[in-house]
């Protein structure tokens, strides 16, 4: 059976609503905090009634953009019949590369910064939204792979989420909280292959399964 760790079962957006998303994008880029309905219609050339009619509310509103931003990382296909050592590890990187590319981008470092303001004020939800939307649901997103690789005998663990949690941590190590406080850490595309690659090493390293005696001894 084919299984994809990619964009999970949502409603599929228009062309058009991705603009509006990227619309509500560039306006946390720019540093609009108070964020409005109308100001997003301004920007978008649509009205507010066809924002309500598509997302809802201002929260629905939210919501989308951040899955929006989110949907960019995956870990790609894999087959649970044919998943093997070199086809998990070029998924895990995948994954790597898509998450470290998306977080140091303007406008995820943008939408998170609102979002940390946002959840120490209690402004807004914005930062559960970006929470359950954004972190919990990319973990869901590759436990699956994981659950499939231990399956196959590839890595030992307990708890998948512990797994994916190490694997987070590896792979992000200091950089998003950098991002966060402003450090203009230098984040080109060789360089994030190479943590990709490394992170994954070291997941490896961590979770890889051991040979057993007899398979040692043979």
């Known amino acids: ?12 957006l228009t062309p058009r609503q991705g603009e509006v998303l990227d619309a509500v994008l560039a306006l946390l880029v720019e540093g609009r905090d108070a964020l409005t309905m109308t100001a997003v219609a301004r920007r978008a050339s649509c009205s507010k009634e066809t924002l309500y009619k598509w997302f809802g509310d201002r929260d629905g509103l939210l919501t989308a953009t951040v899955k929006w931003q989110a949907s960019q990382v995956r ?4 087959d649970r019949q044919k998943l093997d050592a070199a086809a ?3 998924s895990l990187e995948r994954f790597a590369v898509n998450w470290l590319g ?10 998170n910064q609102v979002a940390v303001a946002h959840a120490s004020s209690a402004k807004s ?18 436990k699956p792979l994981l659950e499939a690789a231990r399956t ?12 994916f949690r190490t694997f987070f941590g590896l792979v992000g190590r200091d ?14 595309e060789a360089g994030i292959a190479r943590d990709a690659a490394r992170a994954t090493r070291q997941f490896f390293a961590l979770y890889g399964a051991k040979p057993t005696p007899a398979a040692s001894a043979g």
């Open 75 to 78: 870990a790609g296909n894999y």
């Open 102 to 111: 998306v977080i140091s981008s303007p406008t995820s470092i943008a939408l």
């Open 1 to 12: 059976m084919q299984e994809t760790s990619a964009i999970e079962h949502e409603e599929t």
């Open 88 to 90: 998990l590890r070029e």
């Open 175 to 188: 950089i998003q909280i950098r991002l966060l406080l402003g450090d203009r850490l230098e984040m080109t």
């Open 125 to 142: 939800n914005l930062g559960g939204i970006v929470l359950a939307n954004g972190r919990f649901a990319i973990g869901e997103r590759l």
């Open 152 to 163: 196959a005998g590839l890595i030992e663990f307990e708890d998948a989420e512990e797994a």
